[in-house]
Every structure is written in structure tokens, then in C-alpha cells.
């Protein structure tokens, strides 16, 4: 098949070129049309069910809301998991799909069963579904202030204004809104002249519900002509409202301005936003639709705000403070800059060995034409440009079946012969088309398996794998077609002159390995104790998931007493941001209170999220790292009393949140049927966690300490009274403005109207008491005279892991690997705390990710050496040679744990992937030096004679292969720039392993074979 394909190629080369120029166009194309992200995302399928409760308690919202909800959604076809959290007036609960099932068929099936429990939840309950978005999709955030404008008009012309437009931006799915005061129409009713004149808060409600009505009939006809019956009784103005009749007293109309005060107000706040200490301000937050286009979206969010601002009041301003555009630049400039140095570093070895400036020119072709068919691929396939995609491409991996292909077309020319031109390629392209063809089989068998990681790491080394086998293959097509083709063309003219420097470096290889050969069982020896050493030498390197990204930017999460009031938190955020703006890298700060108007997360009011953009890391003076910066601000912020903050980045939090619910590296779930049970649990863990060297950011997840005014029915006085419990409950709601009883419509507007006492009536226990209700007899009655109102602390939130409470313990590991971190705190808890009945332990966050990410690992890596044996047995046809082969695998891994324990790197998923990338590259050398040595075998050489010609002649294409894959990975091993965490472990493994590797493939490797070869001569029978 070979020979044919090779043929043809020579025979019709014009077609080949023509196939090529099919290559670099649609490899342009798709180039155009891949999206461009700086990481992929690495969030899963899941949804998000978001229900209000206005009013409603978190105990409350609980047993009514979330537990009828989990109850329908527990068991749903495919579903992973359930979590949940209920707060004051809301319940969010998250339902997590495997990465095969559809976003929109996932949103169908929660669908349907949140439709099925609609029936079970209080009247005027309504669960919604979050937007079709990901914690990576929220990409772009910007304020918008003004010096004459108040927060509640900022907030109407954002809501109303902005939010709109946006919102119609191809790719984007929704676009939240985050502080400032959404308008109100408050009707303040007067306790006493409401009293003089018989009426309570109800019939206000009632009253204004029943004089705000738009009607019609159907139509009447006169005249031969229709006439549609329009009803107009809207109010459109708060004078309108005040003049609405309450009631009749002594033959006179009782208005609404007669017994309450109509005013602009607004709903009570969930949550605020401050900025760089100077006050608040309102936000946008834009998400993009999962799987846009992020650079498409935010380029064009960005020519749609500088239209809007054309049509705002001059002295508004809308300022982006958080642009993923930032990041993907900064990654797409390190993945170009490395993806250059690789290739121009190829360019030179290729340059260096052949010393033939038209075979260094063919095989350097090479790389722009496999990148090319990668990025059809790409498209076809769906996986975008992002750091994992082409971040890990190594231009050497990509030329290596080109090398071979021109170096043995090269030393032909060389060696000169009476054949014919086509002949002669033919000839050679075939010799070592075979293992080429066996070598590139290996490298994509041991990619193979990495599309079997689940979880964040298979969302994260999928699109790598997927792009370096395309490319792999692209390269194998080119070697075995557009090679030969160009190459019987470009070096049809002369013969090549001898490579002088080449043949000197060829004698003294020959005469090492003679001396080596004849000390074969000492080399052998000291590599196996070299091989044990590493092995052993693995269980004491530091693990960890993955390296942390440098974003460029730091979040703060930030957490107060629970009680705290929304002012009292505001002014703490605007004293942390006065100290974080005074260090001279921070460009501005921008801290996020509560949650936004879209409850896509649950934070409370004492809990605050404060995003710190630094300028690039060169024009830093106050430290020279990003652990450097942060033990400074932590220290600065020391100063603030009552505050806990813990340091992580804007991605990673999301992200850490969305997939597990925790924000830090480590979280250990206590989960059981007892809240106060689990609490106590937490607290103990919380001190071992404390204890233990490397901990930081140790805390409890807040689940008490929330002040309440307990209103407990007396049953007894509402039966003398004649008065039900809703009653009590519409005059509380009423009260305190819950309750809206109609709405003021303007425009695409719309303004409730709620019925409230004012702030001197309801501010204490005392004045609750003071609320009346009437009772069935028409008379008034105080809420005190029906219940007992007393203050206690109730949860401010309460967390479920599929259906059963969980209380959570934090923390971050800083100066220490987490898996060791991990093993001491196990080890410490197992000792030290005993669990109740019915309580266990779940260990989650970063260290859950490692955790399945090694456990896979360890079925993948036996999987990919057993690949590659049984490709190699294939190849040769011989257990032994096969195993003779295989041996560069346990050789490549002394040089990447070597690698690792130079550099201080720990075991990581992405060091693990550059093992099994390396094996694969590893074994390519002995395929291509056991293949010739057979060759010259089979022409009737001596066994000595074939082993030493065969290691010599394979010198230079075993050089230049290891020399190109280990040096384009060179730039990503010693960059310094954006994303350069995840890829230098991966490619300081490769490098490290190629080193020992080509060591083994010429000296370790012909001793082998010759004594493999010498044993099966004398057991012709074994």
C-alpha cells in the first residue's frame, strides 16, 4: 500500500500539489471560523433552576421550595448530581449532566420535571431556568456611573437602555445586572390616620389591586362599523395612585393620599456594587452563549456599547473593568511566540543535520501544512483555538516522519547510484515508509486514551489530544505524498555533497558504541538501577490537579457576620478597596456585594466577591509574582476588623463554584440528616485543617448567625379572634413592603407598587407588635395580641448534596503540594474525629479533580504501553523485539522525573499527559533503528555487522528527531508568559524523557538487540 501511495505520488505530482492547495485553503478558512478562547471551557453540562421566594425564610424555602423541586429532579435520566442552596428568598439548585448530553436536551428534561412540581410549591412560587451560559461565559463586566444621575436612574437606564441592546449581540445569552436600586412606587401608609378611619394595610393592598385595571369587551357594531370597547384605569402617574378611592366613610370618598404617602422608592436590595472606594456604582455582566465564540462576542459587545454611548447623556459612563479579550491576547501571544521559537529552532537542527537548505526548506513546509489541516479538523469538529488546543503542539512531533522520509532520500543522494531519479526515491521512501507508517500508528494509539478522561481534565486535554493526532496525521499524508513529490523535483539535479562535521560525529558513535557493546552488562545494570531509582523516586514528588493559571488578575472573596446590614458591608468594601488601590499595580478595583438581580449565584450580603485588575506584570514594583502581591495585600487587609477573605482569580472561582460548589482547593463536605450536627463537625475540622502546614483560607461555610424576629402564632388568641394565619402573614408581608399589590406601567417599564409602613414603624420588635389585622368580626387587632415575636438566629443558608444537608470546610494550600497536604489532614481527621451515625465525609474542590484524574490515569497509562506493544508486535512480528522496543518507555520516564525533581515541579495532570505523550515519541527512534537493522539482517550482514551499520546510519535521522521534539517544546518549557503553568510541566517531562530516551535508542537499545538476537539463535524453540 505504501509503495503504491508513494508511487503515485511521484507519478502525478501535480495532483498532489493540487491536494495540498486544497489543504492551505480550507485550512485558512477554518482559521477565520474557529472561536478563540484563552482556556477551553471547562465547565460541564449542567442547569441551573432558580427559584424566588420573596419573604420566605431560608428554613422556609427549604421544606417548601427546594425539597419538592430535588425531590421531582433526584433520578432525572443522566443526571450526576443535584446541589442545592436555599437562602432568604431564593433557591438555587444545580443539576450536573455528563459532557454528552446536550445543553438543550438537558434544559427539556429539568423542564419537565420542574413542571411536575410546580403543583407541590406555594402559590405565586414560579422556578425558572438559568441562561444557557457557563461560569467561563461570563467574559466581559462593566460599570456605569454618572455625576448627576442617581443609582436608581442608573440602574432604569442600564436596565432598560443597555441591557436590551446588548442582549440582541449574536452570542451572547443574557446580560445581568448587578447594584443600584430598582425602582419602586412605595404607598407609606399612616398607622394613625389609617386607624381613625377604620383600615389596615389590606384594604390599602386591596384597594389600589382594584383601581388599576386595564378591560374591554368584545365590540360593538353601529353604523356598519366596529367599534372595539377599550377600559382605561391604569394609573400612570403617582398623582393617579393618590387619588384612588380606599373606601367610603361617613357618604366621603377615602383616598390613598388621605392615609398614606405615595413616593418614589425602591425593592429591597439583595445585593450592591462599589468601586475603587469612591461609592457605588451599577454593573453589567455579559455571558456569552456556551460554546460562542468568546473573541467574536466580546469584539462585537464592544462596537455595540460605542453605539449606545452615542445615544447617552454625555455624563454617563460606561467603563469595562473585567475583558477576557486581555487573557485571550495574552495566551494567543504566548501560543504564537512558542509555536515560532519551536519551529524556527526545528528549522535549525533540520538545517544543522542535512546541510541542505531545499530538504530543510521541504520538511520545514511541512508544519505550516499539518497546523493547516489541524485547523480543518478543528472545524469540522467543533474544538476552538485556545491555550490546550495549540498550546501543547510541537512542531518536532509534527516533522518527524518528514525527517526520516528526507534524511534517507538525502543519504541515498549521498551514497550515489546508477538507478534512476524516481527510482531511487521510490526506493528509499518505501525503506522507511513501513516504520514511519508504525511510528506515527504509536504516537496517535497513545493519544488515543486521553479521550476517556472525564471531568474538568478530559474537558481540558481533549481538544489537545484531538488537535496533535490530526496533526500527526496531516503529517504521516505529507510524508508519504507531498515529500517525495516535492522532494524528486527540488533534489532531482545533483548529488548531495558529503556532510563532513556528520561523518566525524558518525565515526566516533561507531566507536563508542563498540566500546559500549563491549561492556553491554555494566551499561545495561546501571540503566536499570537508573529506571528503579526513577520509579521509586515518584512517590516522593508532590501532586497536585494542575498548576494554577496566572490570569492576570486577582479576586478576593471576602465574607462579614452574617447579620451584618447591607450598608455596614458596603462601607467595609469601600475601605478594602482603598487600601488594595493604594499599591501601585492595581489599575482598579470593583467589588460585588450579595447577589445580582439574576440569581446565577447565591451569595448573601455579608459576602462580597472584589475583582483587583493589575496592570501587565513588568510595571510591578511592590512584588515581582502573584503569591508575592497577595501575601501583601493580605497582610494590608489584616487591618480591617471582622473581614475573612481568601485569594483566588476570577475563572477560577467561577469555575472551582460551578462545578463542585467550592471555591478553594480543598473542601470537605460533612454530610448528614442534622444541620446543628454538621455544623459542630465543621467547626473540629476547621481547627485540624488549621493546624496543618501549607493550610491558608481555612474557614466554615456560614450557615448561622442570621437575625431573625421569630413571629409564633398564638392558636389560641387567633381562634378568639376570629383571624387565620394568612391574615397574619398578608399584614407582616404588607408591613414591610413584600407584598405588591399592583404595578405602574410605562412603556416597556414596569414599576411595582407596594403598600409599606414607614421605616419609624417597622424598625424594632416593638413596632411589628404595633401592626393591626382585622378579625372576623370587622374589629382591629395588634400582631402582638396574636403571636409571639421574639429575636433569635436562624441559618443563613442551607446546603443540600443530592437531597441531604451538607456543611462545608475551606481551604487553600499555599507553599506545599496539595496531595501531601491532603493525605496529612486525612490522617489527622480519621484520628481526631469520630462521625455519628448516618454522618460521612466527602473531600472535594481541586483535590476531587485530582483524585479522578489519577485514578483514571491509572488505567490509562497501562493502556497506552499496552497499545504500543501490541502496534509494535505488529510492526516486527516478534515478541521480543517488540519488548526490545518497548523498553525506551521506562528509559524516557528516568528523564522526566529527572526533569521534574530539577525544576521543582510537581506530578500534575499535565506533567502525566507529557508522559504519555513522551512514550509514544519515545519509542519512534527504536521502531525506526530495530526496522533497518532487520533490513540489513535480512540482506545477509553478520549480526555484529547489522547492529553497528544499522546504529550508525540511524544516527542522524535518531538525533534529528529527538533534537526537533525535545527542542519545540524548549519555548513552552521556559516561557514565563500567560498559561505557561499548564504547559511547562508537560513539556519539561517530554524534554527531560527524550534526553534519556535517545540515549537508550543508541547505546542501550543495539546491546539489547544484539543480545535478544544472540539468545534466540541459541532457543531456536523459545
Same mark, same amino acid.
Given at each position: 500500500?505504501?509503495?503504491?501511495? $508513494? ?65 421531582? /429532579? ?157 377600559? %382605561? ?63 467574536? %462576542? ?98 518536532? /512531533? ?111 558513535? &561507531? ?19 537508573? *529506571? ?19 490570569? @492576570? ?33 492595581? $489599575? ?93 463537625? @465543621? ?8 493546624? $496543618?502546614? @501549607? ?78 389585622? +382585622? ?12 403571636? +409571639? ?127 504519555? &505523550? ?8 527504536? %521502531?525506526?533503528? *530495530? ?15 547489522? $547492529?553497528?551499520?544499522? &546504529? ?71
Amino acid at each position: 500500500m505504501i509503495k503504491r501511495l $508513494v508511487d503515485f505520488a511521484l507519478h502525478q505530482r501535480f495532483f498532489v500539489i493540487g491536494g495540498v492547495l486544497t489543504i492551505v485553503a480550507f485550512g485558512f478558512y477554518a482559521l477565520t471560523h474557529i472561536p478563540f478562547d484563552a482556556y477551553p471551557d471547562l465547565t460541564g453540562t449542567r442547569v441551573e433552576v432558580i427559584t424566588s421566594a420573596p419573604g420566605m425564610p431560608p428554613e422556609d424555602v427549604e421544606r417548601l421550595v427546594t425539597y419538592p423541586l430535588e425531590s421531582t /429532579l433526584m433520578g432525572i435520566q443522566g443526571a450526576e448530581n443535584v446541589r442545592s442552596v436555599s437562602k432568604q428568598g431564593l433557591s438555587l439548585i444545580t443539576v450536573s449532566f455528563p459532557d454528552k448530553v446536550d445543553v438543550y436536551f438537558a434544559r427539556t428534561l429539568v423542564q419537565q420535571r420542574v413542571a411536575d412540581a410546580v403543583g407541590a410549591l406555594p402559590p405565586g412560587i414560579e422556578p425558572g431556568l438559568g441562561p444557557v451560559s457557563t461560569p467561563m461565559g461570563e467574559l466581559f463586566q462593566y460599570t456605569v456611573t454618572s455625576d448627576s444621575m442617581s443609582l436608581a436612574e442608573l440602574k432604569t437606564l442600564h436596565d432598560y437602555t443597555i441591557r436590551p441592546r446588548l442582549r440582541t449581540v449574536p452570542g451572547v445569552s443574557e446580560v445581568n445586572s448587578w447594584g443600584g436600586f430598582i425602582e419602586q412606587v412605595h404607598v407609606v401608609a399612616d398607622p394613625a390616620r389609617l386607624a381613625s378611619r377604620d383600615l389596615t394595610l389590606q384594604d390599602l393592598h386591596d384597594a389600589l389591586d382594584a383601581n388599576n385595571r386595564t378591560f374591554g369587551g368584545a365590540y360593538v357594531e353601529t353604523a356598519g362599523e366596529r367599534f372595539t370597547i377599550r377600559g %382605561v384605569g391604569r394609573a400612570e402617574s403617582l398623582d393617579e395612585i393618590g387619588r384612588m378611592v380606599v373606601a367610603t366613610r361617613g357618604g366621603a370618598p377615602v383616598l390613598v393620599r388621605d392615609v398614606a404617602r405615595v413616593e418614589m422608592g425602591a425593592l429591597p436590595r439583595q445585593g450592591a456594587v462599589t468601586k475603587d472606594g469612591e461609592g457605588e456604582v451599577v454593573t453589567g455582566m455579559v455571558m456569552k452563549l456556551k460554546g460562542a465564540d468568546s473573541r467574536r %462576542v466580546i469584539r462585537d459587545v464592544r462596537a455595540r456599547l460605542d453605539e449606545i454611548r452615542g445615544g447617552l447623556p454625555t455624563h454617563v459612563a460606561v467603563t469595562p473593568f473585567y475583558d477576557q479579550t486581555q487573557l485571550i491576547a495574552r495566551t494567543t501571544k504566548t501560543i504564537t511566540k512558542n509555536l515560532i521559537e519551536g519551529g524556527l529552532l526545528v528549522i535549525a537542527v533540520l538545517f544543522l543535520f542535512l546541510r541542505n537548505w531545499r530538504a530543510s526548506l521541504i520538511v520545514a513546509s511541512v508544519i505550516p501544512l499539518s497546523m493547516l489541516f489541524a485547523f480543518g479538523g478543528m472545524h469540522l469538529f467543533g474544538y476552538g483555538a485556545n491555550l490546550m488546543s495549540l498550546g501543547a503542539m510541537d512542531f518536532g /512531533l509534527i516533522v518527524d516522519a518528514s525527517v526520516v522520509m528526507i534524511e534517507n532520500f538525502v543519504r541515498k543522494l549521498e551514497e550515489g547510484t546508477s538507478e534512476d531519479r524516481r527510482s531511487i526515491f521510490l526506493g528509499a521512501a518505501v525503506e522507511v515508509g513501513r516504520p514511519i507508517l508504525f511510528g506515527i500508528a504509536i504516537i496517535v494509539a497513545v493519544y488515543i486514551p486521553i479521550f476517556t478522561l472525564d471531568g474538568m481534565e478530559g474537558r481540558m486535554f481533549k481538544p489537545m489530544a484531538f488537535t496533535v493526532v490530526t496533526a500527526v496525521l496531516g503529517s504521516l499524508l505529507l510524508a508519504l505524498t507531498y515529500v517525495p513529490s516535492v522532494a524528486s523535483m527540488v533534489l532531482k539535479h545533483d548529488h548531495e555533497e558529503r556532510h563532513r562535521l556528520l561523518d566525524e560525529l558518525r565515526a566516533r558513535y &561507531a566507536r563508542g558504541l563498540t566500546r559500549a557493546m563491549a561492556h553491554g552488562k555494566r551499561i545495561v545494570a546501571v540503566s536499570a538501577v537508573a *529506571v528503579l531509582a526513577a520509579v521509586v523516586s515518584i512517590a516522593f514528588i508532590g501532586t497536585e490537579f494542575m498548576p494554577k493559571l496566572d490570569e @492576570g488578575n486577582i479576586l478576593i472573596t471576602s465574607r462579614r457576620l452574617p447579620s451584618i446590614s447591607l450598608g455596614e458591608g458596603t462601607r467595609l468594601s469601600m475601605e478594602a478597596e482603598r487600601i488594595i488601590k493604594q499599591f501601585p499595580e492595581v $489599575v482598579t478595583v470593583v467589588t460585588k456585594e450579595g447577589r445580582p438581580d439574576l440569581a446565577t449565584e447565591a451569595m448573601g450580603l455579608y459576602e462580597g466577591d472584589t475583582y483587583v485588575i493589575l496592570k501587565p506584570h513588568d510595571e510591578w514594583t511592590s512584588a515581582k509574582t502573584n503569591e508575592g502581591l497577595i501575601a501583601l495585600l493580605d497582610s494590608a487587609l489584616a487591618a480591617i476588623p471582622g473581614l475573612e477573605i481568601a485569594f483566588t482569580q476570577p475563572l477560577a472561582m467561577r469555575l472551582d463554584e460551578a462545578e463542585s460548589g467550592i471555591r478553594t482547593d480543598l473542601g470537605i463536605k460533612i454530610v448528614g440528616p442534622d444541620r446543628m450536627v454538621n455544623e459542630a463537625l @465543621g467547626a473540629r475540622i476547621e481547627r485540624i485543617v488549621a493546624s $496543618v502546614e @501549607g493550610a491558608a483560607d481555612v474557614s466554615v461555610e456560614i450557615a448561622d448567625g442570621s437575625g431573625q424576629y421569630r413571629v409564633q402564632v398564638d392558636r389560641a388568641a387567633l381562634a378568639r379572634y376570629g383571624v387565620q394565619v394568612a391574615d397574619v402573614q398578608a399584614a407582616l408581608d404588607l408591613g414591610t413592603g413584600v407584598a405588591v399589590a399592583t404595578e405602574l406601567v410605562d412603556g416597556p417599564r414596569r414599576i411595582g407598587v407596594a403598600v409599606r409602613l414607614p421605616d419609624d414603624a417597622r424598625r424594632d420588635l416593638e413596632s411589628l407588635k404595633r401592626i393591626t389585622v +382585622r378579625t372576623g368580626t370587622g374589629a382591629r387587632v395588634s400582631l402582638g395580641s396574636l403571636a +409571639r415575636i421574639e429575636t433569635v438566629m436562624g441559618p443563613e443558608l442551607i446546603a443540600h448534596e443530592d437531597a441531604q444537608r451538607r456543611t462545608l470546610v475551606m481551604s487553600n494550600v499555599r507553599g506545599r503540594d496539595l496531595g501531601s497536604f491532603v493525605q496529612e489532614v486525612r490522617g489527622r481527621v480519621a484520628a481526631e474525629v469520630e462521625l455519628p451515625s448516618g454522618v460521612f465525609l466527602e473531600w472535594g474542590g481541586q483535590y476531587e479533580n485530582q483524585t479522578r484524574a489519577l485514578g483514571r490515569l491509572a488505567l490509562v497509562v497501562p493502556a497506552v504501553i499496552l497499545i504500543i506493544y501490541l502496534l509494535l508486535f505488529l510492526s516486527f512480528g516478534s515478541v521480543a523485539q517488540a519488548g526490545l522496543v518497548l523498553m525506551n518507555v521506562p528509559f524516557a520516564l528516568v528523564g522526566g522525573v529527572a526533569m521534574l525533581w530539577l525544576r521543582g515541579i510537581n506530578l500534575s495532570l499535565s506533567a502525566s499527559i507529557g508522559f504519555i &505523550a513522551l512514550f509514544g515519541i519515545a519509542v519512534l527512534n527504536g %521502531v525506526v533503528m *530495530v526496522e533497518h537493522i532487520n533490513h540489513l539482517r535480512e540482506k545477509g550482514r553478520s549480526l555484529d555487522d547489522a $547492529v553497528l551499520h544499522g &546504529a550508525v546510519d540511524r544516527l542522524r535521522p535518531v538525533l534529528m528527531t529527538a533534537l526537533v521534539a525535545s527542542l519545540g517544546f524548549v519555548p513552552m518549557a521556559v516561557t514565563t508568559s500567560a498559561g505557561a503553568e499548564v504547559q511547562r510541566p508537560l513539556a519539561s517531562v517530554v524534554i527531560g524523557g527524550l534526553v534519556t530516551s535517545t540515549f537508550l535508542t543508541l547505546f542501550v537499545l543495539p546491546i539489547l538487540y544484539r543480545a535478544v538476537a544472540m539468545w534466540q539463535a541459541t532457543h531456536p524453540d523459545d
